[in-house]
């Protein structure tokens, strides 16, 4: 759980409020194009450290899903126990992971897009690829806000059905 929170605070720590996408002035695209090399070697990074993340994510996300959030609701109905709440929020967890993938894929793609981008020739394009990308990001962060959400929910609910059957 202590990686998950440190690999959480990275991802939110990453994400940049985005500015308008409006026209730069002479001194942004200078500064743009004067800083190229150290934006895009710092863009290459966050996306190594994005991949990992990512991995992580994913199988921490699988793992709670395969190994308690799912067993337990299939034991529950094996033993006659009905808790609506567990499997909606196991419902929920499924829908939010899959459109976690979802995003994430399209965050990648908007970050590659960026990168690829040539910031020297055009910086005014590059600005605007990076805004989009920013936004891309704040989805996926507003998603693993989600799914850290749905996580302390189905322990808080896991623990009201403890004291219940005592």
Do not use: H, W
């Not at 609701?73 to 909606?88: G, H, M």
Request: net charge positive; hydrophobic share 35%; charged share 30%.
């Amino acid at each position: 759980m202590r990686k998950f929170a440190i690999f959480s605070a990275l991802v939110l720590s990453l994400v940049s409020v985005p500015v308008s996408a409006a026209e730069l002035t002479s001194s942004q695209k200078t500064s743009i194009v004067d800083n190229c090399s150290a934006i895009k070697d710092s863009l290459r990074a966050v996306q190594r450290e994005d991949s990992r993340i990512r991995v992580y994510l994913g199988r921490y996300y699988e793992s709670i899903l395969t190994k308690f959030v799912t067993p337990l609701n299939v034991r529950l109905v094996e033993n006659s126990i009905s808790d609506t709440s567990l499997i909606a929020n196991q419902e929920q967890f499924v829908d939010r992971r899959t459109v976690f993938i979802s995003d994430y894929i399209v965050y990648q793609q908007a970050l590659e897009d960026l990168v690829s981008t040539d910031c020297k020739s055009e910086p005014q394009k590059f600005y605007d690829k990076l805004e989009i990308t920013r936004e891309k990001r704040e989805t996926v962060n507003q998603d693993v806000a989600k799914m850290s959400e749905l996580t302390n929910r189905q322990v808080k609910l896991v623990t009201k059905l403890k004291d219940e059957l005592k």
